[in-house]
């Protein structure tokens, strides 16, 4: 099944108070944990969509396809359409947020072996029974992928799929950066 990586990457990071995506963790920006991670499987497709120019380039830099995404403004939805869009071979998209650092390579296997067994039609993360990113959705919801208005991701389609396979991640893996100090708490100090 061709799989294609989609890192929407425009948000304005009001709570955090800076681009948190270029923020220094560690020694590298905090997008750069994302983009490895996905490098880390064989998808067939690698897209970062940011209204950034820093971000694209740093997504360039570690061969990524990059669009620019010139309506922000109207929330996560413009960055999925832009991204499925220009994704339309693939059989399935899978979404994970540039704020999510710890994400590894088994979750998107994971992920991936449940889309591809045919038993499900949509994957994603779960912590404690509630459902996080990244997700995975076949390309029969294509449609409503496109149709998605205003702050609502792949999630939002997600939560009306009938076959869904979850797939338990510790803590770390399903934290993400929405403010200053989430650098600060014990999960983020590795």
Request: hydrophobic share 40%; aromatic share 8%; charged share 25%.
């Amino acid at each position: 099944m061709r799989i294609a990586l989609i890192i929407p990457a425009s948000g304005f990071a009001k709570r955090f108070g800076q681009n948190k995506l270029l923020f220094e963790y560690n020694g590298k920006p905090l997008l750069q944990y994302a983009l490895e991670a996905g490098l880390t499987f064989p998808f067939h497709r690698r897209v970062l969509v940011s209204q950034y120019e820093s971000v694209r380039a740093l997504g360039r830099s570690l061969g990524y396809d990059c669009l620019d995404n010139p309506d922000a403004a109207s929330g996560l939805s413009a960055s999925i359409r832009i991204g499925v869009g220009a994704c339309g071979d693939c059989g399935a998209y899978m979404f994970l947020p540039g704020d999510q650092p710890f994400v590894s390579r088994e979750t998107l296997a994971k992920l991936a072996a449940a889309l591809e067994s045919g038993d499900y039609d949509a994957a994603c993360a779960s912590r404690g029974g509630e459902k996080v990113s990244p997700t995975l959705l076949s390309a029969r919801y294509k449609a409503e992928l496109l149709a998605l208005t205003g702050d609502k991701g792949g999630k939002a389609v997600l939560l009306g799929a009938k076959r869904v396979f979850e797939c338990e991640v510790p803590e770390d893996e399903a934290m993400d950066v929405d403010c200053a100090g989430d650098v600060d708490t014990s999960w983020f100090k590795r």
